[in-house]
Every structure is written in C-alpha cells, then in structure tokens.
C-alpha cells in the first residue's frame, strides 16, 4: 500500500532531550512537509523540503531541524531549545497541488 | 497578508440537518489555491476539495457542496443530511506559490453531529 507512515503514534520523552520523529513515504513525492498541531489551532508549518537535500524553514523552525537525504524520508528533530514541545506533529507529501498526509505523531515532554 | 478565518470553533447539529461551515481568507496573490481537510479522531488529515482562484464554479460532490465567492473571499462548505460519519474537525487553507507549494491552514471547525 502507498501512502505516509510516521512513528511510533505516541512519544514521551524528559524535559532537555531531543528526539527525532520519523516520516517516510513510498508515493514518490518530491516534496515533504512537517506540521505541527496545537489543541483548537491550525497546522502551523515548521519545515518543508521541495527536494532531495534541500529544505527551507517554515513558519515555527525554531527549535527543530531536518534532514532529507533519500526522497523517501524526512525526520524531524525537536532539540532541547524548542520551548513548549508538547504537540501533535504531522507529516506530509505533496503530488501537485495536494498534500497528502500521516498519521500523526503525539509528542509528550515532561 | 495571508491569513484563513474560520470563525466557527464548533458546530453541534442532530443528524440529518445541513450544515455549513464559514471559510474567509485574505490573500493579495492573484492566483492563489483554497482547500478543505477533514480531520476525523484518528488524527490524519484527509483531503476534501481544490479550487483554483480563477475557478468559482461551485461544486458538489454526494452531500457535500462548496461555495466560492471572490467578491466575499469566502470559501463556504456546506453537508447535507448530516451523519454521525461527518463529525470531525475541519480546516479550511490557503495555498499559495507554485503548485500551492505552501499551505496556510485556519484553525479549524469542530463538527459534532448528534444521533
């Protein structure tokens, strides 16, 4: 089946660690996206990469950072210096004009 | 500036009302792209509809139907006969550049549709 995979689905992690989330996808999609999810908010864009070894910041990147190396994948890192990890973090692709989306990772710091 | 509005934080019908969820945007791009995403409990986001600036042909797909209006920059989304199925949180979005390459997203409906 194609489609977008991130995990694990639920991530707890201590106050001053960083943890990397994994996306991968097998639609063939050049272009990636992270997003992140607060409650009663919209998707607010952290990274996105419109190709292999390239990617720019979005709207919140402070804190976090990326890598894609193979088309497949684009893992993001949240560092200790991102102030209020708490989130849902969701994964996308793109193919046109749509984007096409994970699953989802909820992400606990405590 | 660009910005999506949805001032509709929740919404409660009993099912099978019609309902219609608010969308206005402000963009000064003249090509420019508007979505609509569903969000069921699960937490993915699921793809509705795409329509082009220059596209205000409105469209209707089984119980859902959407209202573009230019001269308002709104983007309205309305189901009818509710059902249970339906309830999910919806987020209406702005894409901009080429291909919409990127995505501003309102804050989203809270559907809720009651037996």
């Known amino acids: 089946d194609g489609g977008i995979t991130q995990s694990p689905k639920y991530l707890f992690r201590k106050e001053g660690q960083n943890v990397t989330l994994s996306c991968e996808q097998n639609l063939n999609h050049d272009a990636m996206y992270w997003y992140r999810q607060d409650p009663g908010q919209g998707l607010r864009l952290i990274y996105y990469s419109q190709i292999v070894n390239d990617f720019q910041k979005g709207d919140i990147a402070e804190g976090y950072s990326v890598s894609r190396e193979k088309k497949e994948s684009f893992p993001l890192t949240v560092t200790s210096a991102q102030k209020n990890p708490t989130a849902f973090y969701l994964c996308?692709?793109?193919?046109?004009?749509?984007?096409?989306f994970g699953p989802g990772t909820r992400l606990t710091v405590t | 500036a660009q910005k999506v509005t949805q001032a509709q934080t929740e919404i409660s019908v009993v099912e099978k009302e019609d309902v219609t969820l608010d969308c206005v945007y402000e963009?000064?791009?003249?090509?420019?792209?508007l979505f609509w995403y569903k969000q069921p409990p699960s937490g993915e986001l699921v793809f509705l509809i795409r329509?082009?600036?220059?596209?205000?042909q409105n469209e209707i797909s089984g119980r859902y139907s959407w209202n573009f209006q230019k001269s308002t920059s709104s983007f309205n989304f309305t189901i009818t006969a509710s059902q249970v199925v339906d309830s999910a949180v919806y987020f209406c979005?702005?894409?901009?550049?080429?291909?919409?390459?990127?995505?501003?997203f309102g804050s989203g409906t809270r559907l809720s549709i009651r037996p």
């Open positions: 963009t000064r791009d003249t090509t420019y792209y």
């Open positions: 329509r082009n600036s220059f596209d205000e």
């Open positions: 996308a692709s793109r193919r046109g004009y749509e984007q096409y």
């Open positions: 979005a702005l894409g901009r550049g080429s291909s919409a390459s990127k995505i501003i």
